[in-house]
Structures are given as structure tokens and as C-alpha cells.
């Protein structure tokens, strides 16, 4: 009760009229939930600018965990200049504590990544990313090494997210779990 789900599919028009046969299936509970599981995007880079010709372009993204919760998942999304991709947890002494790393991202081979024990995040935690992009003539994925990339849908734009589970005590509200930064 009160959950929100969303469905986003992205299209790339191909100019042909076509349908679309999508189908969602649920099985509910039968019992109330020992913990609630949210399935979140870390801050998207939506202001992101990658300047032409740039092979290595950095953007950083980060959440402060207003609760504590358990790490369940990560996934890196970026689309074809993706170069890198840095997950990490800093703790309340403010070092950085490697999650994940990625150092050959490959737009094809978007893989997620369930950890084998899930891993403490204490309320006050802040979780980082921290993507790289090759907008130069270096990278054969590129399809324009002389444009501006911006945030975009469509695998020609970029965009840089950082899918993660977490699961908390299922009274969190989830508005209230993250603080982002101003």
C-alpha cells in the first residue's frame, strides 16, 4: 500500500508504426515485509556536459543515507562514451571504501552485481560515483567525437546512474531515506 512503480521503456523511433506487448506480473505477500527493499538511482548527472573531444571527462555523483540499511545490489548505467565507473561508500570518517569498480565500461555488457553478503550502511553513510567518459575519436562507440553531450534517453546522449538496492526497516519512508546534497 502506498508504493509507487514505474515502468520506463525507452524507444528509438525507427520511422515504421509498431506495437509494443510489454507485460508486468506481481505475486504479493501474504505477510507483512521484515524489511523493505528499495530498488533506487543514485543521482542521475542530469546537468552533465561532456565537452567535444574529451576522452576523459569526470562526473561525480553522491546520496547521504538518512538511515541505516543493508547494500544489496549495484549497477552501473552509462550509455556509449561510458568509460569507468566508481562505486563507493564513505563512511562517517569521510575515507572512501571501494564498492565497485569498473574499469573498461562497455555499453553492451551492462552487468548488475548482488553482493554475497549484504553490506552495512550506517545512517549518515554517504554512497559516490564517479564515472568517466571518452568523447574523443579514440573511442569507436563514440558516434559524434565533435558534439556536446548532454543528458538524453537515447544511447547518442549519456547519461550516468548508479542503480543500487537497499533493504531498511520497512517504517522508513523512502523520501526520507536520502539526503542529496545542494
Do not use: C
Amino acid at each position: 500500500k502506498g508504493s509507487d512503480l514505474v515502468y520506463e521503456m525507452h524507444y528509438t523511433t525507427t520511422g515504421k508504426a509498431t506495437s509494443d506487448v510489454s507485460k508486468l506480473g506481481l505475486v504479493l505477500a501474504k505477510e507483512a515485509p521484515k524489511k523493505r527493499y528499495y530498488f533506487h538511482a543514485g543521482p542521475t548527472a542530469s546537468n552533465l556536459a561532456i565537452p567535444p573531444g574529451d576522452g576523459n571527462a569526470e562526473v561525480v555523483s553522491e546520496v547521504t543515507m538518512n538511515e541505516p540499511g543493508r547494500l544489496i545490489y549495484a549497477q552501473p548505467h552509462m550509455h556509449l562514451r561510458g568509460k569507468t565507473f566508481e562505486f563507493d561508500r564513505i563512511g562517517t570518517n569521510g575515507q572512501p571504501q571501494p564498492m565497485l569498480r569498473v574499469t573498461n565500461y562497455d555499453f553492451h555488457w551492462q552487468l548488475s552485481y548482488y553482493l554475497k553478503e549484504p553490506l552495512a550502511l550506517p545512517r549518515g553513510t554517504r554512497l559516490q560515483w564517479v564515472a568517466t567518459f571518452d568523447n574523443s575519436r579514440n573511442n569507436p562507440s563514440n558516434p559524434d567525437p565533435t558534439a556536446e553531450v548532454r543528458y538524453g534517453h537515447q544511447s547518442w546522449e549519456e547519461m550516468m546512474i548508479g542503480f543500487f538496492d537497499v533493504a531498511v526497516d520497512p517504517a522508513i519512508d523512502k523520501k526520507a531515506f536520502f539526503v542529496r546534497p545542494d
